[in-house]
Nanobody, 129 residues
């Protein structure tokens, strides 16, 4: 069974930075063979796709709301996914999940739960003064 474990969340002031991590594991799961995504859910709202990275990390994609502030990356040697978040805003407050997309359009990711095969439990990010 594939396991995705997020970490790195916390409370940060507006304008601050955080780096989220996601550790992937599981029998038969080849981390380097698939795209990976970050998806978030703000309190009382639905899922929102944040970012996706290609299998070898050569292509990255971002939601307009985070473009220029967030950077997705991966370490295939250690089965790790990252999200560097800078210039954080209160509206970035959410539970952040890493997930494995079933497919990817090549432009924007899906915000639908059923479009992902595996999910972590999430890490909470709170941006507040």
């Amino acid at each position: 069974q594939v396991q995705l474990v997020e970490s790195g969340g916390g409370l940060v002031q507006p304008g601050g930075s955080l780096r989220l991590s996601c550790a992937a594991s599981g029998p038969g799961f080849t981390f380097s063979s698939g795209y990976m995504s970050w998806v978030r859910q703000a309190p009382g709202k639905g899922l929102e796709w944040v970012s996706t990275i290609s299998d070898l990390g050569r292509r990255t994609f971002y939601a307009n709301s985070v473009k220029g502030r967030f950077t997705i990356s991966r370490d295939n040697a250690n089965d790790m996914l990252y999200l560097q978040m800078n210039s954080l805003k209160p509206e970035d407050t959410a539970l952040y999940y890493c997930a494995t997309p079933k497919t990817f359009s090549g432009t924007y990711g899906s915000s639908r739960k059923e479009d992902y095969d595996h999910w972590g439990r999430g890490t909470q990010v709170t941006v507040s003064s």
